[in-house]
């Protein structure tokens, strides 16, 4: 089946630390590859995207690259920020299928 | 441009009572889902709506759960009765037909005391 493992939480750094947030991912066929974010009270929201294997998706100052070799799509961010605390959820969606599939989410904490 | 809107925020009922959430995505998305969070965990889809049509509705619960969108815009989802086990997230998310960008709504916070 298809499923996302995402590094267990919380995660707690000081600001303009370097973040990394595992992920990796089993798939049957060839799935797209997001991260999305959900701020305090908001909703989720697209942080970036790769749908093919070796593309980079980048937003914010944050990237990730779509490595097919090791099954991960792990995101960073070379100085985070206070703002930078939310929750961030890995996710893929088989192309044609429309369905996200999602970890489990890490809660990220940013102290001044 | 309006967001994915849902209603209400928060709701707290009493087991075995039923219960509905509404979502009115944003225009001229045909396609409509909703999907379920657990505290802790990452969401779950329930069901997928392509225009008025349910295309993969596999996860979600028939004996209590039901959705409609009657007209292929807002979309409600009932729960009837409800159990503790159903407190939760409940998030309505919508796209274009055929994209795999999909853009949510800021959920609904259920418990069932």
């Known amino acids: 089946g298809n499923s996302v493992t995402q590094m267990e939480g919380p995660v707690t750094l000081s600001e303009e630390a370097f973040l990394t947030i595992n992920c990796t991912y089993t798939?049957?066929?060839?799935?797209?590859l997001f991260w999305y974010v959900q701020y305090p009270g908001e909703g989720l929201q697209l942080l970036l995207k790769?749908?093919?294997?070796?593309d980079k998706g980048s937003n914010k100052g944050f990237e990730a690259t779509y490595r097919k070799e090791t099954t991960s799509f792990h995101l960073e961010k070379g100085s985070v920020q206070v703002s930078d605390s939310a929750v961030y959820f890995c996710?893929?969606?088989?192309?044609?299928?429309?369905?996200?599939?999602f970890g489990q989410g890490t809660r990220l904490t940013i102290n001044p | 441009e309006a967001g994915v809107v849902q209603s209400p925020r928060y709701k707290i009922i009493e087991k075995k009572q039923p219960v509905a959430f509404w979502c009115n995505p944003i225009?001229?998305?045909?396609?409509l889902y909703w999907y379920l969070q657990n505290l802790g965990q990452g969401p779950e889809l329930l069901i997928r709506?392509?225009?008025?049509?349910?295309?993969?509705d596999s996860q979600l619960p028939k004996d209590r759960f039901s959705a409609e969108r009657l007209k292929g815009v807002d979309s409600t989802l009932k729960i009837q009765p409800a159990e503790l086990g159903d407190s939760a997230v409940y998030l309505c998310?919508?796209?274009?037909?055929?994209?795999?960008?999909?853009?949510f709504g800021q959920g609904t916070r259920l418990t069932v005391v």
């Open positions: 998310a919508s796209s274009q037909s055929g994209g795999v960008k999909a853009f």
């Open positions: 996710a893929l969606s088989i192309q044609g299928a429309q369905k996200l599939v």
């Open positions: 798939a049957t066929g060839y799935p797209s």
């Open positions: 790769a749908t093919k294997a070796d």
């Open positions: 225009s001229g998305h045909n396609t």
């Open positions: 709506y392509e225009n008025e049509e349910a295309v993969d």
